[in-house]
Nanobody, 112 residues
């Protein structure tokens, strides 16, 4: 079955860190560039970060530059998003993405 399964979300205080994971199955993971998106309450889905097939190329949305790091382990078929210095405005459901394929999302809540 072709799918993406995210994990690692939760409740964290401002300034804290979380690492999200996305495990891919049913396709050749190393053949695809991957992305993280997020959707905050009442807002549209926005691109957070992208990574190339072998991880040498990355891009970030301006709000997360310098705080978030996208990475991948092709041997483990896993995509990661390391999130540091979290802010309340980072609160959202975070989604793993490969072209038209989406995971179910994982909730990240930043609050004191």
């Amino acid at each position: 079955q072709v799918q993406l399964v995210e994990s690692g979300g939760g409740l964290v205080q401002p300034g804290g860190s979380l690492r999200l994971s996305c495990v891919a199955s049913g396709f050749i993971f190393s053949n695809y560039g991957m992305s993280w998106y997020r959707q905050a309450p009442g807002k549209g889905r926005e691109l957070v970060a992208t990574i190339s097939t072998i991880g040498t190329g990355t891009n970030y949305a301006d709000p997360v530059k310098g705080r978030f790091t996208i990475s991948r382990d092709n041997a483990k078929r896993t995509l990661y998003l390391q999130m540091n210095s979290l802010k309340p405005e980072d609160t959202a459901v975070y989604y793993c993405n490969r072209q038209l394929l989406w995971g179910q999302g994982t909730q990240v809540t930043v609050s004191s």
